[in-house]
T-cell receptor, first 114, second 114 residues
Framework: KAGVTQTPRYLIKTRGQQVTLSCSPISGHRSVSWYQQTPGQGLQFLFEYFSETQRNKGNFPGRFSGRQFSNSRSEMNVSTLELGDSALYLCASSLPGVSTDTQYFGPGTRLTVL | DQQVKQNSPSLSVQEGRISILNCDYTNSMFDYFLWYKKYPAEGPTFLIS?????DKNEDGRFTVFLNKSAKHLSLHIVPSQPGDSAVYFCAASARSGANSKLTFGKGITLSVRP
């Protein structure tokens, strides 16, 4: 079974621009979560989507948004980029449910904001 | 407020010996705990998990111990191998909320010396 895929793997943007990252979950997985990894803060939860609805949200500004499509693929958008948004953005998928919420991660998208 | 803490940023052990990675948490709502391993430029890989109804879970060379009263868990790797050298993240979730949000520690860098 193919793993979680993320595109693009690397991205360079300038301040003020916006960016869209894409995530395709493992086949059959319906929950997709997004995380930001930075050297100082570790992995921080951005949001989770399940059945095209945002089910949970972390403490990030409204510039960070996402959506999920009917095939469970998800996109994350960051508008008005700031230097501090430079990070590794990780997507994880899981089978929803109390006993099956182990999350499986993709390789990440490395975003650099200049 | 950091709810999952990995207080030691690094650990170095000799090949063949035991590696013990520690993790503490503060949120008593957490009832499911996971360990992930991460190589540079890759996403975290799921290693092993434990539910709060257990105090031990074993999978091959990896064993996770949970002490609920102390809000402490540890990952034991026996015997340690050079390929185990990576960053290890402890994560926790509160499954009673029926969501998949994971709260991560900041990670421990394990180096296994040949």
């Amino acid at each position: 079974k193919a793993g979680v895929t993320q595109t693009p793997r690397y991205l360079i943007k300038t301040r003020g621009q916006q960016v869209t990252l894409s995530c395709s979950p493992i086949s059959g997985h319906r929950s997709v979560s997004w995380y930001q990894q930075t050297p100082g803060q570790g992995l921080q939860f951005l949001f989770e989507y399940f059945s095209e609805t945002q089910r949970n949200k972390g403490n990030f500004p409204g510039r960070f948004s996402g959506r999920q499509f009917s095939n469970s693929r998800s996109e994350m958008n960051v508008s008005t980029l700031e230097l501090g948004d430079s990070a590794l953005y990780l997507c994880a998928s899981s089978l929803p449910g109390v006993s099956t919420d182990t999350q499986y991660f993709g390789p990440g998208t490395r975003l650099t904001v200049l | 407020d950091q709810q999952v803490k990995q207080n030691s940023p690094s650990l170095s052990v000799q090949e063949g010996r035991i590696s013990i990675l520690n993790c503490d948490y503060t949120n008593s709502m957490f009832d499911y705990f996971l360990w992930y391993k991460k190589y540079p430029a890759e996403g975290p890989t799921f290693l092993i998990s434990i539910s709060s109804i257990k105090d031990k879970n074993e999978d091959g060379r990896f064993t996770v111990f949970l002490n609920k009263s102390a809000k402490h868990l540890s990952l034991h790797i026996v015997p340690s191998q050079p390929g185990d050298s990576a960053v290890y993240f402890c994560a926790a979730s509160a499954r009673s909320g029926a969501n998949s949000k994971l709260t991560f520690g900041k990670g421990i860098t394990l180096s296994v010396r040949p």
